[in-house]
């Protein structure tokens, strides 16, 4: 409540300091009509005009403070003041030619004529500055105080709307040590040109040397419609100076509503693809899966979560979520009750490889779609363990497949990898054959579509790179790249989810999708900058260090064996590679071997495991 009245009273004070100074322009202004009259010489001015000027200067002041406040022209914030607040001073003088006239005619006063003209004028004009003059006041004063005083120097990357949203922001908040220095954009013809008095110095080019010139330290990327290609380009200029680098939302959230454009962000690691982001028409695919029984096996995993998370979207009749780690499966499961309060959830725990229960599950809920994400991913740590590669990866998707289109699932979908093309690993391996598994069924079940989706690197799935090098980087080091020229091929969960999802809407049986995920991103680049991303300098404040490649691992990832060509869908980006001929009661064979040998903690696995996928080698 005090500071309430403290407020109040501070704004009365404030007006009537206005209201004193109208009342003096109004003063000055007509006795400066008057001496004009008369060529500046007060002798010349006739004792009636004086008289005349004296006594209808109360009226006139008490006239212009009562229909000013009227107006509310004393209610403005006239440190924000603008067009609307010119609009008002017009408005209240064109009610204040009426109430001159009328008491002129009232007070039978005998003035000349260029007395009332030149006296309206220069009341209007001195009034109308008085209330500009705060605002113009504080701009220059404020101007270099921040000059002397700004800490935090910035370049506004993008010379368009957000750009110019972003600039008022800055410069009418309250930012005391925030100055925006200059402005970069591409367009040459608005080289030169200034933006909301910040001049606009170059194109991305021009980036390290205006950095320098005005001494930036911190780079705000104002361009939310750029495609992923230029967007990647200007960034990494940016990263090679130390400024701190933040960016606008994108157009979508704009367009949403989700944020404004001055609800900036730290740039992320998922900035830097160099592609747009893969987008899906996904209101039509989870249209196919409303009131549908959908299994989601690995359904607590990154990629398996991820999916629950969409699918319960849709409105399936029942969600089965069946994972081997009871910890990652209860906590989707409270997540999906907190936010789908009407879905119906079924959690299970059991293993793929499991015989008795995957059949116990399909027989009990059969579900109409199958995502199949269950699986060993950890290239490292299957080659140490290849027996558990196989029974989990490999038998366990046979398992799963045969007891899915034993009950008639109607579509089965299979998370596959990079990995699994001309594989040099046993994880990838296990990966191929669970493709040629897929592959096997559809073409013995007609009465449920088997297909796969491979795909690269997710990003900021568990076990992957990225939280990998945050951790290390958090610890201060050192970034353990394994080779300097290994590449990959990189995507984010959404999108990988959004892959899955259109591969169950398009499926007619066989195929294999797979994502254009645009240039494969080299790992020491990618550490680098997360190192710069994080406010350190790489091999300065955290050192990197090249530890090998790791036993299985290759420099870079394919996505197509030359065998199997290529397909587009409706999606550009996502592509069908077809089926490749092979002798199934063959393969079926090996399988059986294959279990038997996985069960028995053999050693001649690998060797089982290259005889039915010829590209992968390993070391004896």
């Not at 001494?215 to 990494?236: C, D, F, S, V």
């Not at 200029?237 to 454009?261: F, M, R, W, Y």
């Not at 079940?445 to 900021?460: E, H, I, K, M």
């Not at 996505?559 to 409706?570: F, I, K, N, P, R």
Request: glycine share 6%.
């Amino acid at each position: 409540m005090n500071r309430r009245h403290e407020w109040e009273f501070t704004w009365v004070h404030k007006a009537v300091l206005v209201a004193f100074l109208d009342a003096i322009i109004v003063l000055f202004s007509y006795l400066m009509a008057l001496l004009a009259r008369f060529d500046f010489k007060f002798s010349e001015i006739p004792l009636n005009y004086i008289e005349g000027y004296l006594w209808s200067m109360p009226f006139w002041v008490a006239a212009t403070i009562v229909v000013f406040y009227v107006c509310r022209l004393y209610h403005s914030v006239w440190s924000l003041a603008s067009i609307s607040e010119i609009q008002m001073s017009v408005v209240s003088y064109m009610i204040l030619l009426v109430v001159y006239l009328v008491g002129t005619l009232f007070m039978r006063l005998r003035m000349p004529r260029s007395y009332y003209f030149m006296g309206y004028i220069i009341s209007f004009g001195l009034t109308t500055a008085l209330r500009f003059s705060y605002r113009i006041l504080r701009f220059y004063l404020g101007k270099s105080e921040t000059d002397a005083d700004a800490t935090d120097r910035i370049m506004i990357i993008g010379g368009g709307a957000a750009g110019q949203i972003l600039i008022k922001e800055l410069t009418n908040g309250k930012r005391f040590h925030t100055k925006v220095c200059c402005v970069i954009d591409d367009n040459p013809d608005k080289l030169g040109r200034v933006l909301e008095g910040i001049p606009i110095v170059g194109n991305r080019n021009d980036i390290l040397t205006m950095v320098k010139k005005y001494k930036i330290n911190h780079i705000i990327y104002a361009i939310p419609a750029t495609t992923g290609k230029n967007r990647k380009e200007i960034l990494n200029i940016c990263k090679e100076t130390d400024c701190k680098l933040q960016t606008v939302p994108s157009v979508a959230q704009l367009i949403n509503g989700e944020v404004n454009v001055t609800r900036i962000r730290d740039v992320e690691i998922t900035d830097l693809l160099g592609r747009a982001q893969v987008k899906v028409n996904n209101q039509e695919i989870l249209t196919a899966i409303r009131n549908q029984v959908v299994l989601v096996t690995g359904g607590g995993g990154s990629i398996g979560s991820e999916l629950c998370r969409q699918i319960a979207k849709a409105g399936p009749k029942s969600l089965i979520i069946f994972d081997i780690y009871e910890n990652n499966a209860y906590e989707i499961q409270q997540e999906l009750k907190r936010t789908h309060k009407n879905l119906e959830i079924v959690v299970l725990i059991g293993s793929v490889r499991n015989n008795s229960r995957i059949n116990w599950v399909m027989d009990t809920y059969k579900p109409d779609i199958v995502y199949h994400a269950a699986a060993h991913k950890h290239v490292p740590l299957m080659e140490e363990s290849p027996n558990e590669a196989i029974k989990n990866n490999v038998i366990g998707t046979y398992k799963t497949a045969k007891a899915a289109a034993r009950v008639g699932v109607r579509k089965f979908v299979f998370i596959s990898t990079d990995k699994a093309v001309n594989p040099t690993n046993i994880m990838g391996a296990s990966k191929r054959l669970c493709e040629m598994v897929i592959q096997m069924m559809d073409r013995r079940c007609d009465s449920t579509d088997f297909v796969a989706v491979r795909f690269g690197n997710v990003l900021g799935s568990n076990g992957s790179v990225i939280p990998l090098f945050k951790k290390q980087i958090a610890e201060g080091g050192p970034v353990t790249v394994t080779d300097k020229d290994i590449i990959r091929y990189f995507m984010t969960i959404p999108e990988a989810v959004s892959l899955v999802l259109q591969a169950s809407y398009y499926a007619k049986g066989g195929e294999i999708f797979i994502l254009d995920m645009g240039e494969p991103v080299r790992i020491d680049d990618m550490a680098r900058n997360l190192i710069r991303l994080s406010g350190y300098t790489p091999d300065v404040d955290i050192p990197i260090v090249y530890t090998g490649l790791r036993p299985g691992e290759k420099l870079y990832e394919e996505l197509l064996m030359s065998e199997e060509g290529m397909q587009d869908t409706e999606n550009e980006l996502i592509h069908i590679g077809h089926p490749i001929d092979m002798d199934d009661e063959w393969f079926e064979e090996r399988l059986g071997l294959l279990e038997e040998l996985s069960s028995s903690e053999s050693n001649e696995i690998k060797r089982v495991v290259a005889e039915i996928v010829p590209t992968y080698q390993y070391m004896k």
